[in-house]
């Protein structure tokens, strides 16, 4: 139907103009690309590019609504100092974020949801040892902050995470404890904490991946070490 004192709309656009069009890119599904990951974002794409394959996909994967991401493996050693071990059961309250006894050998599983409403992924760690009842430890990494990423547990408690990559091996480390109740924000003395956390999370050449965590005491130095061995289970 042609506009009152106008031309009809399909045909006001010239042969030339239509040919222009048929010209023109068309988008394609296979070249449209998610918006980076949390995790890509805080690295930058150079840093990034630099991590091994699997460490990419383990971490830029996006979960749907009631999926989960699942490595199994086995904690191969855990050192523990008498403060650690203090640490760990005062921690105990706030979700065990920390391990009570020093492992060895143990079967462990790893469990990671995501909370698309809160911005965070959930992760749950499961020691088993013969005779006793898993422990189990959780903690929620929330990308918020002013570093972009947060460890939080319990009753408000958490702490700064920055993000690096190291000799192709993925860092995270603490950059300072915080109370939050409410709205507020409180920093936490360094004394007053488990110490210092590093975890490495490094590619291995057996189809395997590592984790090692480190917590160093500003006063009483290594309180916490701990290594693990994963793979991806789905």
């Given at each position: 139907?042609?506009?009152?004192?106008?031309?009809?709309?399909?045909?006001?656009?010239?042969?030339?103009?239509?040919a222009a069009i048929a010209q023109q890119p068309q988008a394609h599904?296979?070249?449209?690309?998610?918006?980076?990951?949390?995790?890509?974002?805080?690295?930058?794409?150079?840093?990034?590019?630099?991590?091994?394959?699997?460490?990419?996909?383990?971490?830029?994967?996006?979960?749907?609504?009631?999926?989960?991401?699942?490595?199994?493996?086995?904690?191969?050693?855990?050192?523990?100092?008498?403060?650690?071990?203090?640490?760990?059961?005062?921690?105990?309250?706030?979700?065990?974020?920390?391990?009570?006894?020093?492992?060895?050998?143990?079967p462990s599983a790893v469990l990671v949801t995501e909370d698309p409403l809160a911005h965070a992924q959930c992760w749950t760690?499961?020691?088993?040892?013969?005779?006793?009842?898993?422990?189990?430890?959780?903690?929620?990494?929330?990308?918020?902050?002013?570093?972009?990423?947060?460890?939080?547990?319990?009753?408000?408690?958490?702490?700064?995470?920055?993000?690096?990559?190291?000799?192709?091996?993925?860092?995270?480390?603490?950059?300072?404890?915080?109370?939050?109740?409410?709205?507020?924000?409180?920093?936490?003395?360094?004394?007053?904490?488990?110490?210092?956390?590093?975890?490495?999370?490094?590619?291995?050449?057996?189809?395997?991946?590592?984790?090692?965590?480190?917590?160093?005491?500003?006063?009483?130095?290594?309180?916490?070490?701990?290594?693990?061995?994963?793979?991806?289970?789905?």
């Amino acid at each position: 139907m042609a506009l009152e004192g106008g031309s009809n709309v399909i045909g006001a656009q010239t042969p030339h103009r239509l040919a222009a069009i048929a010209q023109q890119p068309q988008a394609h599904p296979s070249r449209v690309h998610a918006a980076p990951g949390p995790f890509r974002q805080l690295l930058g794409e150079d840093a990034w590019l630099t991590l091994p394959v699997p460490v990419q996909k383990r971490f830029e994967r996006v979960l749907a609504p009631c999926e989960s991401a699942v490595f199994i493996g086995e904690v191969a050693s855990t050192r523990l100092s008498i403060f650690g071990r203090l640490c760990a059961q005062l921690a105990r309250p706030l979700g065990a974020p920390l391990p009570l006894r020093a492992l060895a050998h143990t079967p462990s599983a790893v469990l990671v949801t995501e909370d698309p409403l809160a911005h965070a992924q959930c992760w749950t760690r499961l020691y088993h040892e013969p005779g006793r009842l898993p422990q189990v430890l959780r903690s929620m990494k929330r990308f918020d902050g002013p570093t972009g990423l947060e460890e939080c547990v319990g009753a408000g408690i958490g702490m700064a995470l920055t993000v690096h990559v190291e000799d192709r091996a993925l860092v995270i480390r603490s950059a300072g404890y915080f109370w939050r109740p409410r709205k507020r924000r409180f920093r936490i003395p360094a004394w007053l904490t488990p110490g210092s956390m590093e975890v490495v999370h490094r590619e291995e050449r057996t189809g395997r991946f590592s984790f090692t965590l480190t917590v160093m005491h500003v006063l009483f130095g290594e309180t916490i070490r701990q290594v693990a061995f994963f793979r991806d289970a789905c």
